[in-house]
């Protein structure tokens, strides 16, 4: 029996430069090390192993590092007894580092550009795969592994088709993917289903979506991983409620299996809180009352807690009129602190609201209202005409014409006072 680990949406170097900068690197050396422990022969990384397409130069600096580090806890290399890329079979047997990897959506860059995972390969420190297949020998055992990294949403589907990946014969087969899936995402205008997937793998492992889940192919019913995150990066309310972690496979002669481990992350609190009926004063009080609440206990790091306002206010308030910056630094020292006001209502943000509606929904032209909103401030009267050039002018930026548009029209408004003071 062998096993691989697997390991997704890392995330290196979020909230550099903050009080947070070091959990990404932190979370991800405590997955490897938890993960060396079970003496896999390859580490699978599921793609956004970096927060951003350029990471800063300590960033990239701080991944060597560990990377290195894995790669001598490891010790041996894996060959590659075949690779399928382009359509092309290549048979001449090559060693690769035992970490493989596919990017994801946040590394991605443009084509003919290097991003950093792929410095990580020409470091020999992983191997990048991108619509491509190799079937590796470990001793006696073989294991065919596949990954199509990230791609633009729109295309998915496409390039999934036109990839066409088919399992080797030889052994199991692992299909990793890094996009929106239907099933596991909130609304997106694009993504795959399950469905599209191939059916002949024995598990699919799936990055990008930051809470862990297992489903199955609905043709095949193999297993369908979404590995999930090791730092939380949204402080949503899934990632509240799930843990943090990789997967253990195995494989082999013996009955395999599929195992979460969780790593230790720093705390992640998340409450929706109705407002309705309370004043801001009321609403100020009662929020410190439940920070004080969850500071009772005692944390190995500052948590995290997000606190979402929602409901409506009494009439003559509105959110504004709720002042937070206060608050957040009487907590700083305590704990992170995300208070969310978007989701408030008030019978003043409703009327602003009604009039955007209004405006959406063709009541009010667009052009009228800020044509309105011109002759207004210009405060003196002009011919409509003129006033339809200035706005468009103005609209596309261009100034010095509508100053221009503006002149004549005021020399026109003053020739037709004088024609009509001569004729008086």
């Given at each position: 029996?062998?096993?691989?680990?697997?390991?997704?949406?890392t995330?290196?170097?979020?909230?550099?430069d903050t009080?947070?900068?070091?959990?990404?690197f932190?979370?991800?050396?405590q997955?490897?090390?938890?993960a060396l422990?079970?003496?896999?022969?390859?580490?699978l990384?599921?793609?956004?192993?970096?927060?951003?397409?350029i990471?800063?130069?300590?960033?990239?600096g701080?991944?060597i590092?560990?990377?290195?580090?894995?790669?001598?806890?490891?010790?041996?290399?894996?060959?590659v007894?075949?690779k399928?890329?382009?359509?092309k079979v290549?048979?001449?047997?090559?060693?690769?580092?035992p970490?493989i990897?596919?990017w994801?959506?946040?590394?991605?860059?443009?084509k003919g550009?290097?991003n950093?995972?792929?410095?990580?390969?020409?470091?020999?420190?992983?191997?990048c795969?991108?619509a491509?297949?190799i079937?590796?020998e470990?001793?006696?055992?073989?294991?065919?592994i596949?990954?199509?990294?990230?791609?633009p949403?729109?295309?998915?589907?496409?390039?999934?088709r036109?990839?066409?990946?088919?399992?080797f014969k030889?052994?199991?087969?692992v299909?990793m993917?890094?996009?929106n899936?239907?099933?596991?995402m909130?609304?997106?205008?694009?993504?795959?289903?399950?469905?599209?997937?191939?059916p002949e793998?024995?598990?699919?492992?799936l990055?990008?979506v930051?809470?862990?889940?297992?489903?199955?192919?609905?043709i095949?019913?193999?297993?369908?991983?979404?590995?999930?995150s090791?730092?939380?990066?949204?402080?949503q309310?899934?990632?509240?409620?799930?843990e943090?972690?990789?997967y253990i496979?195995?494989?082999?002669?013996?009955?395999?299996?599929i195992?979460?481990?969780?790593?230790?992350?720093r705390?992640?609190?998340?409450?929706?809180?109705?407002?309705?009926?309370?004043?801001?004063?009321?609403?100020?009080f009662k929020?410190a009352?439940?920070?004080?609440?969850?500071?009772?206990?005692?944390?190995?790091?500052?948590?995290?807690?997000?606190?979402?306002l929602?409901?409506?206010?009494?009439?003559?308030?509105?959110?504004?009129d709720?002042?937070?910056?206060?608050?957040?630094?009487?907590?700083?020292?305590?704990?992170?602190?995300?208070?969310?006001?978007?989701?408030?209502?008030?019978?003043e943000?409703?009327?602003?609201s009604?009039?955007?509606?209004?405006?959406?929904?063709?009541?009010f032209?667009?052009?009228k209202?800020?044509l309105?909103?011109l002759a207004?401030n210009?405060?003196t009267?002009?011919?409509?005409e003129?006033?339809?050039?200035?706005?468009?002018?103005?609209?596309?930026?261009?100034?010095?014409?509508?100053?221009?548009?503006?002149?004549a029209?005021?020399?026109?408004?003053?020739?037709?006072?004088?024609?009509?003071?001569?004729?008086a």
């Amino acid at each position: 029996m062998y096993k691989l680990a697997v390991i997704s949406d890392t995330h290196l170097g979020f909230a550099y430069d903050t009080e947070k900068q070091e959990d990404s690197f932190s979370n991800f050396e405590q997955a490897l090390n938890l993960a060396l422990l079970e003496q896999p022969r390859v580490i699978l990384l599921g793609g956004d192993i970096f927060h951003d397409r350029i990471p800063k130069q300590e960033v990239l600096g701080k991944a060597i590092e560990i990377f290195t580090k894995a790669n001598r806890a490891m010790k041996k290399k894996i060959t590659v007894i075949r690779k399928i890329k382009d359509g092309k079979v290549e048979l001449e047997k090559f060693q690769i580092p035992p970490i493989i990897a596919i990017w994801g959506t946040h590394e991605r860059r443009h084509k003919g550009s290097t991003n950093p995972v792929q410095i990580l390969e020409k470091a020999g420190l992983l191997y990048c795969l991108h619509a491509e297949s190799i079937l590796l020998e470990m001793d006696t055992d073989k294991i065919g592994i596949h990954g199509l990294s990230g791609v633009p949403e729109a295309y998915a589907k496409d390039t999934l088709r036109t990839w066409n990946p088919h399992p080797f014969k030889e052994g199991p087969n692992v299909l990793m993917v890094h996009q929106n899936f239907k099933e596991i995402m909130p609304p997106v205008d694009h993504y795959l289903e399950f469905k599209d997937l191939p059916p002949e793998f024995n598990v699919y492992l799936l990055g990008h979506v930051h809470n862990t889940s297992q489903n199955k192919h609905p043709i095949s019913k193999t297993p369908i991983i979404t590995v999930g995150s090791t730092v939380s990066t949204q402080m949503q309310k899934i990632e509240s409620e799930s843990e943090k972690g990789f997967y253990i496979l195995e494989f082999g002669r013996m009955q395999g299996g599929i195992k979460f481990v969780p790593i230790q992350t720093r705390k992640l609190i998340y409450e929706d809180f109705d407002i309705t009926g309370n004043k801001p004063s009321d609403v100020y009080f009662k929020l410190a009352e439940k920070l004080d609440a969850y500071l009772k206990k005692s944390y190995d790091l500052k948590p995290m807690i997000r606190i979402r306002l929602i409901g409506k206010l009494p009439d003559g308030f509105s959110p504004e009129d709720i002042k937070l910056s206060k608050l957040i630094r009487e907590y700083s020292d305590k704990c992170i602190i995300s208070l969310d006001k978007s989701k408030m209502s008030s019978s003043e943000l409703d009327k602003s609201s009604q009039l955007l509606q209004d405006i959406k929904q063709n009541k009010f032209l667009v052009d009228k209202v800020g044509l309105e909103i011109l002759a207004k401030n210009l405060k003196t009267e002009l011919k409509l005409e003129t006033l339809h050039n200035l706005f468009e002018l103005l609209s596309a930026g261009e100034l010095e014409k509508a100053e221009q548009e503006l002149e004549a029209g005021h020399a026109e408004k003053n020739k037709t006072a004088e024609l009509e003071s001569t004729q008086a």
